[in-house]
């Protein structure tokens, strides 16, 4: 039997690698679409974390090229094809305001328009977010609450969000929109809240640093782990029929709560270490988001199976082997 091909963009990121592995398990081939860096082989540093590099393709693409994304659809008539490329740092999004809304928010277009050229039939995936809420409209957010986003990057993710829905209805591809709560383990990039945490953690333990300065320790988050949520990404794709689902644990935290558990894993004390700075607050902040899953469970049967704080100790254990030292 022929093996089953997807197309993952961002492949080089945090889910694109949990992504990878899942894929590779179920026997698909893994197309990565990778954009060209001077630095030959530092792109590879999270699928090598995982040992997946030898076993996927990676091919060389920007999401702001749609020649080139063309050419790689029609090269791999892929079966999947999962859009997860993105500027996805909200903070960067208000200095590069332009550059975020051409790879988060037109690259969508791109990559819809090369699938419904090049493979019309393929599934295809949108990595949406639930930055999309912004100033939330509900108390808990499900797939019909209004969005107000208060970022370009989450106003850029609305944009791929209703092409994902409007690709659906004009041209009856099946495109799905995953609006996934903050996801998080350790491959996650270093500039996120908590990835800053439990590296901070693991070498102020170490003895290598003496604070963390983080920014508004009040906002909430609706926090899971990657490896979890990339499991529900595959399984939309699996569905008889497209649709757009909310993935979320239905629990919301205080960043204040998550450095907490971090600290409190190593035996130290938060409070004589933690140090506000202003530099970290944004222009308009998402003060807190909690997700409905029950439509992703009823539907497609997902549930989550990492607690925040299981996947923060995680967190920790791994920063503080990458920093010489030994797990707790
Ligand atoms: P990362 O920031 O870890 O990865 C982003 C990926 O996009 C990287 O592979 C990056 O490549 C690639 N990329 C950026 N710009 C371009 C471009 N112009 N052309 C091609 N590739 C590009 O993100 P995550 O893995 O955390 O998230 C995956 C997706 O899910 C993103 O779209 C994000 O916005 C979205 N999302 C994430 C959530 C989360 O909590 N993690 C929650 C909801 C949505 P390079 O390595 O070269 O920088
Ligand atoms: P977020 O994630 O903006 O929710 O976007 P991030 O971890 O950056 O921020 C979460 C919350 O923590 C507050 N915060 C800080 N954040 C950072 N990065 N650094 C700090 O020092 C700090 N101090 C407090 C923030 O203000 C914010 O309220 C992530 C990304 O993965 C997006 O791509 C994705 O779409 C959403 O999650 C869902």
Redesign the pocket.
Known sequence: MTKKCAVV????????AYLSELLLEKGYKVVG???R?SHFGV?THRLDWLGVTDHVELVD????DLGGLCRIIREHKPDEVY???????VKTSWDQPSLTA???GV?VVNVLEAVRLEAPHAHFYQ?????MYGLIQEAQQSETTPFYPRSP?AVA?LMGHWMTVNYRESFDMFACSGI?????SPL??LE?VTRKVTDAVAQIKLGKLNELAVGNIDAKRDWGH?KDYVRAMWAMLQHDVADDYVVATGRTVTVRDMIHVAFDHVGLKADDYVRIDPRFFRPSEVDVLLGNPDKVTKTLGWTPTITMEQMIREMVDADLVRHGGSQP
């Open positions: 963009t961002g492949i080089t990121g945090q889910d694109g679409v990778v954009r860096s792109a693409g920007d999401l702001l859009n997860l490329a993105a500027q996805s740092f051409q790879a988060t690259g990595a949406s977010s639930s930055e990057y993710k996934l709560f903050n996801h998080e996650r990039g996120f990657a």
